[in-house]
């Protein structure tokens, strides 16, 4: 790390010579001033049509701007945080976060967002209520997962960790975004070449080289759900196993991202595709979150009795994206001996 120099050497050792109280007292003033500060309009969104992530509902909206937010009681709810609003909700987070960072945990600045609410009037007016940039959600996850990880969650927080698992699978950073958009019907109103960004950062413009990224137990485990016995002597697989991996991994990436990979890398003259979709995903991006998916994928594979159970436990806690959950469509030929058990 570079030396700190100058004035903000100063300021570090002025800051280092308060006690936890002042650097406390500090924070809250400085979030009594922001809170003081701009009232936005909201243009989208009301409480009646929530961002779902599985059985969790979150109420969101898109202010002036195009700034998705969280609102504040929603975000507590949705976390597994006792509700409240106002000054005092935004310290819920901010001193989870200032717990946790004195363990040694990465808050991500985490602190100083959560002491800077956004407060909003809804579409429709009435009361001004606060709330988070959506993208406040997926840090917040991460930094509750690590923290249950490591031990830093005391017995009462505990169950943050949990809830923050669910949570995390259920968008990427760029994921919620269109999730927001889609729950208060800015989707239908959005600049035209949003959608276009998303996949920018999802598809990489030239092809990566191979790489080993789906774990054998992913194999293994559809094998067992599907009633079919797993060899480990062979790398054949049922041709229509592409068709289930394209529904239960590329398809709950992002919004559009299976389409475009599609484009992107067609079949051939003879119904194959020269290279693996996953070889087109973004280095950044998509494919980190494609491994992201592929953990909770195969855990949940894991915990599930059959098909049934499987998709059932999938479609609950990892949807598709803007798509109907369900899976439909026919396969035979050399496949047909399979009972399609699960379909």
């Known amino acids: ?85 106002g000054r005092r909700g935004a310290r819920k987070i901010a001193s989870l976060m200032e717990g946790l960072s004195e363990k040694g ?14 407060r909003f009037t809804p ?33 009462r927080s505990e169950h943050l960790a949990e809830r923050a698992a669910v949570l995390q699978h259920g968008f990427a950073t760029l994921g919620i975004i269109a999730l927001v958009d889609e729950a208060t019907g800015f989707q239908k109103d959005r600049a035209k070449d949003a959608l276009a960004r998303i996949l920018e950062a999802f598809i990489a413009k030239e092809l990566r080289p191979w790489l080993q990224t789906f774990p054998p137990d992913f194999y293994q485990e559809m094998f067992r759900l599907r009633g079919m016995n797993y060899s480990s002597d062979t790398v054949q697989r049922p041709r229509y196993f592409g068709l ?4 239960i991994v590329y398809d709950r990436l992002a919004p559009g991202v299976l389409e475009e990979l599609k484009r992107v890398n067609p079949k051939d003259d003879i119904g194959r595709r020269k290279h693996r979709h996953f070889q087109w995903l973004t280095s950044n991006v998509g494919y980190p979150k494609l491994r992201e998916h592929l953990g909770a994928v195969v855990a949940t594979m894991k915990l599930s009795m059959d098909w049934h159970d ?6 609950k806690n990892y949807p598709r994206k803007g798509k109907p959950t369900q899976l439909s469509f026919d396969y035979g030929g050399e496949d047909a001996d399979d009972d399609g058990k699960g379909l």
């Open 310 to 315: 499987f998709r059932a436990k999938l479609d």
């Open 105 to 118: 945990i990465n808050v991500r600045g985490l602190i100083e967002r959560a002491n800077s609410p956004i």
């Open 123 to 155: 579409p429709h007016g009435g009361k001004t209520a606060a709330g988070y940039e959506a993208t406040i959600l997926p840090d917040i996850c991460a930094v509750l997962i690590q923290a249950g990880q490591q031990g830093a969650l005391n017995k």
């Open 244 to 247: 289930l991996t394209n529904d």
């Open 1 to 85: 790390m570079d030396e700190v120099t100058g004035r903000a050497k100063g300021g570090v050792a002025r800051a280092e010579a308060l006690s936890p109280d002042q650097r406390l007292e500090i924070a809250k003033n400085a979030a009594a001033m922001r809170w003081s500060g701009e009232i936005k309009q909201a243009t989208h969104g009301s409480d009646d049509h929530p961002l779902k992530i599985g059985e969790i509902e979150i109420p969101c909206y898109v202010l002036e701007g195009e700034i998705r937010v969280l609102s504040q009681r929603g975000l507590h709810f949705g976390l597994g945080l006792p509700e409240g609003g």
